[in-house]
């Protein structure tokens, strides 16, 4: 198969926990399963060289195994903000070569050729909507459910998560599934005890 990650929340100069995220469960994935090519899709519109840059510690899994990188050279804030009020299709940018195209930050755009997988981290965005960023807040509300009508699978990090998004939207109950976030062993591990 064919599976492309979109790669916005790893390119970014400070990543945040979902970049972190992403990159466990990419890395992970394309070393237990080397038989797939995998892909980091994002958009660049300027610093294409930084962005692959910050791409690379991700890409290389093993002497056989890698991730390639495709971007395209628009800007991923205006596509956002267009795609929430015009169905501008996603395969438009990045083709319809992926089988598979899992979006790690809440939304699926419009458009995508092949399934869709989508992480949903939280409900804050419901539960603590005042704790939002602006930005985040009027993206989510704009397009967080036609996200999650639009995704084949919807990935929460636990079963609390899953919980609250059954909470708000019972209707993606058969299509909700719990992929807890796993845990770094070779930066992670027991301390060693002091000499």
């Known amino acids: ?42 958009f660049s519109r300027r610093d294409h060289d930084a962005k692959l840059r910050r791409l690379e510690p991700f890409t290389p899994i093993d002497d056989d195994t890698y991730i390639q990188c495709h971007f395209s050279e628009h800007s991923g804030y205006l596509y956002r903000i267009a795609s929430t009020l015009v169905p501008v299709p996603y395969s438009r940018y990045f083709g319809n070569y992926a089988d598979i195209t899992h979006f ?8 995508v050729q092949g399934k869709t997988v989508v992480t949903v981290h939280d409900m804050v965005i419901r539960a603590y909507p005042e704790t939002v960023r602006l930005r985040t807040r009027v993206m989510l509300n704009a397009g967080l459910r036609k996200s999650m009508e639009r995704a084949d699978i919807i990935v929460t990090d636990s079963e609390f998560s899953k919980g609250e998004i059954l909470r708000y939207y019972p209707q993606t109950a058969d299509r909700l599934r719990v992929v807890p976030c796993g845990v770094d062993r070779e930066r992670f591990r027991p301390c060693e005890a002091e000499k």
């Open 1 to 42: 198969m064919k599976i492309a990650f979109e790669a916005t929340p790893l390119i970014s100069e400070r990543m945040t926990g979902i970049g972190w995220c992403e990159a466990g469960q990419t890395s992970a994935l394309a070393r237990l399963h080397p038989e797939n090519k995998y892909f980091y899709q994002f």
């Open 104 to 111: 790690f930050n809440y939304i699926v755009p419009p458009g």
